[in-house]
């Protein structure tokens, strides 16, 4: 009962807090707006976030963003637009800007709970995320994209789906644009921010804080505006209260201590020409206490099932940690012969250190064993349970290139059309390596002390990614009421892999010379030897197309329909890690992905009822995936996904108004004649969303959602046809969230209360990634409460 009294303690404070202050009269101090983009809510105020949007028109003045002239909303693909205040309203609290996606966007995946955004696909293909127009993910990615950057700092996200002409390698199932704010007006902006987070029983471990501010000024020729937050986490604690153990995976953010910044500078050069500069660096570090539970003897790498508790007392020598710098320079010419230039250099540097954990190399010291004439089962188990290994991964991502598009109105037959033309380059260089941890300290400790031995395995070949591209599209007004699109790109793909040491190969040479393996070894006659896997290099390329059209049925109703063909590489360096010496990396041996999308919808607006119904379809002639030993291969078979998405808003009264999402993703891979179910690592399950929101007078809001995973079973059951499968079967769940925003006399209160009910669930990624010691339970209630002041 005490668990219940605190939540509805809770809700109705806020609620007395809003009608306290729903007549307070409005801060005369303001934010520049955006001219640069013109977002037209067309079911609500933009006081009102909606999650479906009318006519959005991102124009080439954009100081981020596409910069791309075209109404997002005639383009002939799923498209969504998440404004400032909509983030603004999730972002209260220790949310990330994956959690705020999750909610916010149907088709994409569920929030991971970690560090990662690991598993987070649209359409059952992978998400190319951009961050002002110019591309954040990696051939090679560490997945935190969506958690390395502050959502405070975003001005609004550009959902597309289906790959274009426009951009390349790397968006099979979508684009997701991240556009940091800048500052398009005249005069100075302040801002300040600060917030608090904290479990339900308000423990003082779980206890976190934010504190943000904002500086910027616009003149007649020259603007700049920087965004600094810093922000530290506590622990989190589950629906019973107690610590949820450390994500030894991909890690988590516990306990972890961040600083986002954001930083824009333009000029107007002349009337038409301009230069803008946009910088962000984000760095956060980890310093904890606890460490996950391997048990006795470190039980759990054995069989033992996990405890799952977090346990005091761990001494992590490295702590993980996560740094991304970025640095974006645009030059923008809207006349050159009646055409706009738009040239961008780009430069990010990422790296990350990941959680110490235990690592097996018992199945791989098995084959050499059995080889060489070992065949007593009692024995080779022993011999097996030895060949455990200590590490903690560090990878080093850095990328630069180039983007230059024009495009020019024009009339074909009388037909108004916007040519969109160019080419793009860029160049990947990507390392990761495993610092090896005292063996002895690590099980004296139950797996709580990492210390380095000095010994350092690869994680794959040092690899460098060369992409180029040519694309051309064209946007034709038919009629009034009929647009259609039509694209191709030229995309080429080269990678040089340097010679390197497998680490399964580095990791059987340590334990066979080991000196209470050694006597055994040399009476079977072993002399294991590191082999080695030499240089190599591919090269890929294809002519993609896509075509696609709107037609407006009513002033209220437009169909579409769209077609778009993709092509991407496995995550190279990731896939050769886990081979074994004499590979031979060449074109024949690491080949692409190539994809085609189909898409068709309706969408519509009729009184105050705004809606979208989509379906889609996508096949491809290979498979990506993760093994049961956690290898990753590439499997030369045909794949097919299909699925359906809906929103729906509806104002009741110019106060109220309800709405929700939902998304259906299936998809199935060729395995010798049968179709077998894709898992829930590449396929979202079924996705819902709803929410009831009121608006009060002068500008405050309160608002009730929910988002539902549900359950399903069909790929564990299908993997008993496929060996190599790691499917594992998800139990659906329902969270549901109170949330707003109360206008003060001077400045905003924002608050969350989230995991309402205090569910007890585990989220998709812990529950189908990795092994047991991954079964974590998700977050119990957590508050957040911020303050927002501008001046």
């Known amino acids: 009962m005490k668990s219940h009294h605190q939540v509805a303690l809770s809700v109705l404070t806020l609620c007395i807090s809003q009608q306290l202050y729903a007549q307070t009269n409005d801060n005369t ?46 383009m002939p693909a799923v498209t969504q637009v998440i404004t400032e205040n909509e983030i603004q309203m999730q972002a209260t609290g220790d949310r990330t800007t994956g959690d705020i996606l999750a909610q916010l966007v149907p088709s994409l995946g569920a929030s991971s709970g970690s560090t990662s955004n690991y598993g987070t696909t649209m359409h059952g293909r992978p998400v190319q995320f951009l961050l002002n127009g110019v591309p954040l993910s990696s051939s090679r990615s560490l997945s935190r994209e969506l958690n390395s950057i502050d959502p405070a700092q975003l001005e609004r996200v550009e959902v597309l789906s289906g790959a274009t002409s426009i951009y390349g390698a790397g968006a099979a199932g979508g684009l997701i644009n991240l556009v940091t704010k800048s500052l398009v007006g005249y005069g100075p902006i302040r801002q300040t921010r600060v917030g608090i987070s904290s479990s339900r029983d308000f423990e ?28 530290s986490k506590g622990g989190k604690f589950d629906s019973h209260g107690d610590r949820i153990s450390p994500d030894a995976n991909q890690t988590d953010q516990q306990d972890t201590k961040a600083l986002s910044v954001n930083g824009s500078l333009g000029m107007e050069l002349t009337d038409s020409q301009r230069l803008d500069l946009a910088v962000t660096y984000y760095k956060d570090e980890q310093d904890t206490d606890y460490g996950p539970d391997y048990g006795k003897g470190l039980g759990v790498l054995f069989g033992e099932t996990p405890s799952l508790k977090a346990i005091d007392g761990a001494n992590v020598k490295n702590e993980p940690y996560t740094t991304k710098t970025s640095v974006n320079l645009n030059y923008n010419n809207d006349d050159i012969a009646g055409s706009n230039l738009s040239v961008t250099g780009y430069y990010r540097d990422e790296k990350g250190r990941f959680y110490p954990s235990a690592k097996s190399a018992g199945s791989q010291a098995a084959e050499v064993w059995q080889a060489n004439g070992l065949t007593d089962k009692a024995t080779l188990k022993k011999l097996k ?38 080419v793009d ?29 000095g010994l350092s395995y690869n994680g794959g070949p040092d690899t460098t990614i060369d992409k180029w591209g040519a694309f051309v599209n064209a946007d034709v007004d038919l009629t009034d009421k009929w647009h259609t699109s039509a694209g191709v ?142 290898t990753v291969e590439v499997v030369d078979t045909d794949e097919r996904i299909y699925g359906v998405e809906g929103s729906l808003s509806h104002d009741i009264s110019d106060k109220w108004q309800v709405g929700g999402s939902v998304a259906y993703t299936r998809g199935q891979y060729d395995k ?120």
Not at 541 to 559: A, E, H, M, R
Not at 705 to 731: E, H, I, N, W, Y
């Open 672 to 791: 010798d004649g049968d179709w077998l179910e894709l898992d829930a690592v590449r396929l979202t399950p079924l996705k819902g969303t709803a929410f009831a929101q009121y608006n009060f007078d002068e500008g405050s809001n309160i608002r009730l959602q929910a988002l539902a995973m549900g359950g399903d079973d069909r790929a564990f059951k299908d993997q008993q046809k496929d060996a190599d499968s790691s499917a594992l079967p998800v139990t659906g769940y329902m969270t549901l969230d109170v949330l707003g925003q109360v206008k003060m006399p001077v400045g905003r209160v924002g608050y969350g209360i989230y995991n309402l009910l205090n569910k007890d669930y585990l989220t998709v990624y812990h529950q189908t990634t990795f092994g047991d010691l991954n079964r974590l339970p998700a977050s119990g209630t957590t508050y957040g409460l911020s303050y927002t002041v501008d001046y």
């Open 385 to 422: 349970n030895a060949a455990v290994f200590v590490t903690q991964s560090e990878a080093d991502i850095e990328v630069m290139g180039l983007r230059a598009a024009m495009q020019t109105d024009s009339e074909i037959a009388g037909k108004k059309t916007l040519f969109s033309y160019g």
């Open 489 to 630: 790109r030229y995309q080429k793909l080269k990678a040089e892999t340097k010679a390197f040491t497998p680490i399964y190969e580095q990791l059987l040479e340590e334990y066979f010379n080991d000196p209470l393996i050694s006597g055994t070894s040399a009476a079977y006659g072993i002399d294991y030897q590191a082999g080695t896997v030499e240089k190599g290099n591919t090269d890929h390329d294809k002519t993609l197309f896509n075509i696609g059209t709107s037609y407006q049925l009513t002033p209220n109703d437009q169909v579409f329909a769209n077609f778009s063909q993709g092509f991407t590489t496995a995550d190279i360096q990731r896939a050769l890690r886990d081979v074994r010496a004499g590979f031979v990396v060449n074109s024949d041996n690491v080949q692409p992905i190539a994809i085609n999308n189909y898409e068709f919808g309706w969408q519509g607006k009729h009184g105050d009822t705004a809606a979208r119904l989509s379906g889609f379809y996508n096949e491809s002639d290979k498979v990506v995936r993760f093994t049961d030993s956690y």
């Open 425 to 453: 380059i860029e160049r990947e260089k990507s390392e990761q390596t495993y610092d090896g941890q005292d063996l002895n300290k690590f099980k004296a400790s139950n797996g709580l002390s990492a210390q380095p031995n």
């Open 29 to 74: 101090a303001s934010v520049a707006e955006d001219t640069s983009a013109e977002l037209a809510l067309s079911a609500a105020s933009t006081e009102t976030p909606n999650v479906t949007l009318d006519a959005i028109n991102v124009t080439a003045q954009a100081r981020t963003g596409t910069a791309l002239a075209q109404k997002i909303s005639e």
């Open 204 to 231: 003082s471990d779980s206890l976190g804080y934010h504190v943000g501010q904002t500086l910027g000024y616009g003149g007649e020729r020259v603007y700049g505006r920087l965004d600094v937050d810093y922000d």
